[in-house]
């Protein structure tokens, strides 16, 4: 199953205060802040830029990842088919109750547990109904 793909919702909200600040001074520049970085429209816009490509990378990753994991599920299942595959050989080869068998991970047919029926009841033992 793909994971879900995120948006930025800071980066949207962002881009439409800039948008609003852009209509008030395309060039806006209120100063700098207490660690002397500028407050500008053009500085504001590139962080709004940064944030959006970072997203965006963060996305691909997902589809890639979501790619990797379908591969590797795909795999698995070969995998699987292979190690049944391979105790079946075994089987065939040395016998179902082999110790080779039994050494490559299949339970002996001697090694089974015997299933022991109890008998059933019988009709005249049970309490007739009304």
Known sequence: MAR????SVSAEFA???????ASIDPDLDLGTDAN???ITLAAYQATITAVAAKNDKYNTLL???DGVAAEL?????N???????????VGVKYGKDSPEYGKAGGTRTSDRKKISRQPA?????APAKA
């Open 73 to 77: 599920k795909t795999d698995e299942k």
């Open 121 to 125: 009841a019988t009709a005249a033992k």
């Open 4 to 7: 879900a793909k995120r948006k």
């Open 15 to 21: 881009q439409k205060r800039a948008d609003g600040l």
């Open 63 to 65: 589809a890639t990842a």
């Open 36 to 38: 002397k970085n500028p």
């Open 79 to 89: 995998l699987d088919t292979f190690s049944t595959t391979m105790l079946s050989s």
